[in-house]
């Protein structure tokens, strides 16, 4: 956990905001843009840190949020984000006896 908590530490968030953000122990008070910026930024924080099969599982998922919170979004990349959705939804099937915190 130390590790994940420097690597929070560290992160530079460069999504069009200039707040900062808390550190991981108080995530319990995050407002909402401290937690889109987690969900945005989590993957090199847990790089390592999470079992191969959850890191990739879990990386769809923001993959295919990243996609569809751009500002101008094809055809192409909602279908893109929705094949990654899709695979996030059906691979949390196999990983429903994980439980994740911190």
Known sequence: MHIIKKRWS????????????RPLSCHK??????????????????KGKVPPGLYKLLSKFTLGILLLLKNNVTREEVENARTLLHS?????????????HF
């Open 29 to 46: 008070i995050w407002k909402a843009h401290e937690w889109r910026t987690w969900l945005l930024v989590w993957l090199p924080v847990f």
């Open 88 to 100: 996030f939804c059906k691979g949390n099937e196999w990983h429903s006896r994980v439980i994740l």
């Open 10 to 21: 560290k992160v530079k968030v460069s999504l069009g905001t200039n707040r900062r953000i």
